[in-house]
């Protein structure tokens, strides 16, 4: 396993990943990086924020920030969502990659195509125009302790099966639901001060 900086080893997280093997932790100093589209190109790949440092990256000029391969992982980010997504996986029916303790802004939705074992954890999502966190119906990630609000769109949270947890949703207007896993599990959650239905969960 190596550690690759930016900008020091790499001027930018796109040349950074772009070098990186599986195993590889991209390590990246505090600023704003405008970058957008970011595919990582192969499997166990990390990328996440200096300690205690802010690190933006702002990829409103793109369809999304990053596109994640399966067992990479994010941390510690602030991410301005795309036109499409803030962060997505490679494949359509899911990847199995993890978001810890990041915030996304902005774009139609957050964080999606999580695959089964995928982990979402301590992340805000905020500002998004359709859906905060979703990914498709065969899939069981694990979503737990974030916050989402100010979002205006159809779900907060949505997918048929996995977990959710000590989630709150909050300041929202939905057509739909602020928490929907229709054939999952939903524990401990808060779906307040939202206009639209509340949580949807068969336990």
Known sequence: ????????????????????????????????????????PTTGIGVRAEANARVVVDAS????????????????????????YGVRGQASTGSTYSVFD?????????????G????????????S??????????VTPV????????????YGIFGTTGTVAHCTVANSTFTNYGISVTSGTVRNCIAQDNTGRGIRAST
């Not at 089964?116 to 500002?127: H, L, Y």
């Not at 125009?129 to 065969?138: E, N």
């Open 1 to 40: 396993m190596a550690r690759v900086l930016v900008p020091d080893d790499h001027a930018s997280i796109t040349q950074a990943v772009a070098a990186a093997t599986p195993g590889d932790v991209v390590i990246v100093r505090a600023g704003t990086y405008v970058e957008d589209e970011i595919d990582l």
């Open 61 to 84: 000029a793109g369809a999304y920030a990053f596109k994640m391969q399966n067992t990479s992982w994010l941390r510690g980010l602030t991410i301005l969502a795309g036109s499409s």
């Open 102 to 114: 990041c915030t996304i802004v902005g774009g139609p939705i957050g964080i999606s195509q999580l």
């Open 116 to 127: 089964t074992g995928s982990r979402v954890a301590r992340c805000t999502v905020t500002d």
């Open 129 to 138: 125009t359709d859906t905060g966190i979703q990914w498709a119906s065969t």
């Open 143 to 154: 979503v737990e302790s974030c916050v989402l609000y100010d979002i205006a769109g159809a």
